[in-house]
Every structure is written in structure tokens, then in C-alpha cells.
């Protein structure tokens, strides 16, 4: 519909179109387009600080032009081809990389090392201690940790004191209860099972103990 009123509205925007163009060329002066009050009042406080201000930009200002021709720029730099064929012929046995598609992606955003230096880490291994201490704080010490990775047990300390993994929670709602993930929820299920069997046990024992006691003759 849109398009329809277009094409009919088209010649009446076009009558007559090569003599208003004349009448607008024609004229002495354009008139300048309205300003804002802000504008306005900016241009009415320049005035009243520096009343010569529009004599000023219409003259040429001859100091500032001798600076802008004093001003250049000499390069006494190589090309960048040069130095990148001469960083080639340096290291034959490392050529520039040729593969120019897509970097592929590693599951923590960077390539692992193959090989880990003694004292260091990676970030899958880190993770990996972070949550085994959080799950067994009393089985996976600093300390073994320090010896299985190879590492300071004091930078140890530090990792397992400042960083944790994290620990989802979802509050519940109508249609699904609250859900929790993380090592302590995970600690949780571990151990669960563990204590209840203690517990039975305990439970047990205090039964047995009640009912012999029960039985001896007063």
C-alpha cells in the first residue's frame, strides 16, 4: 500500500521541480538553520568574555601556521617486510605459521601445554585439586597436593585460600524445588550414606546395651 502511494504522489512532488530548483539557487544568501536556546546562550557568553572573537577566526593566525609548518615527521625505520624476511632467515627451523583458518576451541579457552614445568600448573589441574579439597578437606591436604602436582605446598595454601570452584543454587519455585549443585552438595551425597550406616550402628549397639541391661537379674 505503501509503495502505491508513493508512485502516485511521485509526479506531483516532481511538478515544476527545474524552477523551484532555480528559485532556490538563486538566492543571495541561504538562510541559516534555526539554533538551539543552548546554543544560543554558549555562543551570547563567548561573546561577552572576548568580544573580537568572531574578527579572530576569520583572520589567519600566522604564528599558528609557521608552528603546523615547523611540525614533520621523519621515519628512519625498515620496512616491515624487511624485518619479517630477515626474522625468517634467522630461525630456518621455525617458519612463520601458514595455517590462516580457524583456531579451534579448547575446552578452558586456551591450547594446555603438553608438558607442565616443575612448580607450575595448568588450569584443568588446578580446578581438578580445588574440588577434590573442597569435597575431602581432610583426605586432600595442601601438602599432598603439593607433592602429587610437584609444587610449593605454601603457593598451594594460597590457591586453596583464594580460589574456590564454583556453587550453583536455583530457588524453588511452583512447577520445580530449589536445586543446588556443587563439591559440597557432592560431599553431601558422599558422605551421606557413610553416616547414616554409623548411625544405624550406634543405634544398634545402644539397643543391644539397653536390652542386657534389662536382663540382669536385680
Same mark, same amino acid.
Do not use: C, G
Given at each position: 500500500m505503501g509503495a502505491l502511494v508513493s508512485r502516485a504522489l511521485r509526479p506531483l512532488k516532481s511538478f515544476n521541480i527545474e524552477?523551484?530548483?532555480?528559485?532556490? =539557487?538563486?538566492?543571495?544568501?541561504?538562510?541559516?538553520?534555526?539554533?538551539?536556546?543552548?546554543?544560543?546562550?554558549?555562543?551570547?557568553?563567548?561573546q561577552e568574555i572576548d568580544p573580537e572573537i568572531d574578527s579572530k577566526l576569520d583572520r589567519k593566525d600566522v604564528e599558528l601556521d609557521q608552528r603546523l609548518k615547523d611540525v614533520y615527521v621523519t621515519s628512519y625505520g625498515r620496512p616491515e617486510d624487511d624485518v619479517t624476511k630477515e626474522k625468517r632467515e634467522q630461525r630456518p627451523d621455525r617458519p612463520l605459521p601458514q595455517y590462516r583458518g580457524a583456531v579451534p576451541d579448547f575446552d578452558f579457552g586456551l591450547m594446555e601445554p603438553e608438558k607442565v614445568p616443575y612448580g607450575k600448573t595448568t588450569l584443568r589441574h588446578a580446578i581438578?585439586?580445588?574440588?577434590?579439597?573442597?569435597?575431602?578437606?581432610?583426605?586432600?591436604?595442601?601438602?599432598? =597436593?603439593?607433592?602429587?602436582?610437584?609444587?610449593?605446598?605454601?603457593? =598451594?595454601?594460597?590457591?586453596?585460600?583464594?580460589?574456590?570452584?564454583?556453587?550453583?543454587?536455583?530457588?524453588?519455585?511452583?512447577?520445580?524445588?530449589?536445586l543446588y549443585a556443587g563439591p559440597t552438595k557432592l560431599r553431601e551425597q558422599l558422605y551421606k550414606?557413610?553416616?547414616?550406616?554409623?548411625?544405624?550402628?550406634?543405634?544398634?549397639?545402644?539397643?543391644?546395651?539397653?536390652?542386657? =541391661?534389662?536382663?540382669i537379674p536385680s
Open positions: 524552477n523551484r530548483a532555480h528559485r532556490v =539557487i538563486s538566492k543571495e544568501k541561504p538562510e541559516v538553520a534555526p539554533r538551539y536556546p543552548s546554543t544560543m546562550e554558549e555562543l551570547k557568553r563567548v581438578d585439586f580445588i574440588s577434590a579439597h573442597q569435597v575431602n578437606p581432610e583426605e586432600v591436604t595442601a601438602a599432598k =597436593i603439593a607433592y602429587e602436582y610437584k609444587m610449593k605446598e605454601e603457593d =598451594i595454601e594460597n590457591i586453596l585460600k583464594y580460589f574456590k570452584t564454583y556453587e550453583v543454587y536455583v530457588p524453588a519455585t511452583k512447577q520445580s524445588p530449589a550414606p557413610k553416616v547414616k550406616e554409623i548411625e544405624d550402628k550406634n543405634n544398634t549397639e545402644n539397643e543391644n546395651k539397653q536390652a542386657q =541391661i534389662k536382663n
